[in-house]
């Protein structure tokens, strides 16, 4: 028999520090509230849902994806979060943490707005009509946006500044609209917004793979600041709002933030600094001819800073785990052997020859765009 997952262990680490002896009789849940988790099967709703499964404050887990998962305590609803007979689903739920979002960077755009607004429209609403009382939406820090100007902390009441150039931001911008608003469509119904921070665990976006190259990518003149959260603190933080020890909009990670020179420090890997106009340019110019996933908005988050407090679960007694560090440790551990540059992963012959030279980022970055154009030229003259 194959070992459970890893990340499923480590949900369950969260709660249990022995996970390999399991009793052989379940304890009678008769309080707590009965939480419905969408998006059950993978990622943070695999570890929220095996977490929440072992806990004795939670009375039941119904566990809601297109596919069945692996924890065997949830019961399991198997249908796409569109469909409006989530509603059935739902009842005698007191709780939705809805974590069923596409910000996957291979997606195509369009298919993942429409998956996301929608799916998100389609479980408020039918919270509503099942008597739900609260839903948990999981968006990012990424919404109040990586500009120059930006304090360091933010404060979590910060106006929310992102517009929709980054991968998935226009989403999570919309996600959050429909969360303040739902409560006014459907009085009774309370929404809770959780905003982490560059998440890490089994996660896969811009900014991870921003760790994945071989020269971390400087632009001229700008200032990163960077804020990591582990998954395992984002669940226990979910956990939180789930049981309604926090409420409204707030935002998880760790506490304080690096400079750019102490990550370089941290990971050995040395800087590439390049203008802001040809990084950006380059970057655009790639996105646009489809050899990069990563949109030129992207770069902002690895420029600006964005960190911001995370007083409202600190008041509410919830602590990390995991420092900036750690999960920067991790995340280099993760990612180990895997080669990108401006977005894109590189097969281990193509990385080979960018890491030859010190120059070799810069080349990748510009001279595939300038390799394109020259080919476009060359068969409008044929």
């Not at 009965?34 to 929220?48: F, H, K, N, P, R």
């Not at 849902?49 to 924890?71: F, M, N, P």
């Not at 291979?106 to 479980?123: C, F, I, K, L, S």
């Not at 608003?181 to 996660?203: F, S």
């Amino acid at each position: 028999m194959s070992s459970p997952d890893p990340q499923v262990r480590a949900a369950r680490n969260l709660t249990d520090p022995s996970p390999e002896s399991t009793p052989e009789k379940k304890r009678p849940r008769s309080r707590g509230p009965v939480v419905a988790v969408t998006g059950a099967a993978t990622g943070v709703g695999e570890l929220l849902t095996a977490h929440l499964a072992a806990s004795d404050e939670i009375k039941q887990v119904i566990a809601i994806d297109e596919r069945r998962g692996e924890v065997s305590e949830a019961t399991w609803h198997i249908l796409d979060v569109r469909d409006p007979a989530i509603a059935e689903k739902l009842r005698g739920a007191d709780v939705v943490v809805h974590l069923a979002l596409d910000l996957d960077l291979e997606t195509d755009p369009a298919a993942r707005t429409a998956y996301n607004v929608r799916g998100t429209q389609t479980v408020l609403t039918a919270a509503a009509a099942a008597g739900v009382h609260r839903v948990v939406l999981c968006t990012s820090a990424m919404v109040y946006g990586a500009l120059a100007d930006n304090d360091v902390p933010l404060s979590e009441d910060a106006e929310l500044r992102a517009t929709a150039e980054a991968t998935g931001v226009g989403d999570l911008l919309e996600i959050e609209r429909l969360g303040r608003r739902a409560p006014r469509a459907h009085p009774g119904l309370n929404v809770t917004v959780v905003r982490p921070t560059v998440l890490v665990g089994g996660t896969d976006t811009a900014l991870t793979r921003y760790f994945e190259s071989p020269r971390l990518l400087v632009v001229a003149g700008s200032r990163p600041t960077w804020q990591f959260c582990h998954v395992e603190d984002l669940v226990t933080a979910l956990e939180y709002a789930a049981l309604g020890r926090i409420d409204g909009e707030f935002a998880v990670g760790c506490d304080g933030w690096l400079e750019q020179e102490e990550v370089e420090e941290l990971s050995g890997v040395r800087r590439m600094e390049l203008p802001s106009a040809v990084a950006l340019g380059a970057a655009a110019r790639l996105h646009r001819i489809g050899l990069t996933p990563s949109p030129a908005g992207d770069l902002a988050y690895t420029m600006h800073p964005w960190v911001v407090s995370v007083s409202r679960l600190h008041d509410a007694g919830w602590r990390p785990k995991w420092t900036n560090e750690e999960v920067l440790g991790a995340l280099l551990e993760e990612v180990e052997g895997r080669h990108t540059v401006a977005g894109r992963r590189l097969g281990r012959k193509d990385a080979t020859a960018v890491s030859a030279t010190a120059a070799g980022a810069t080349v990748a970055l510009l001279g595939t765009a300038a390799l394109v154009r020259r080919a476009r030229k060359a068969r409008r003259r044929i």
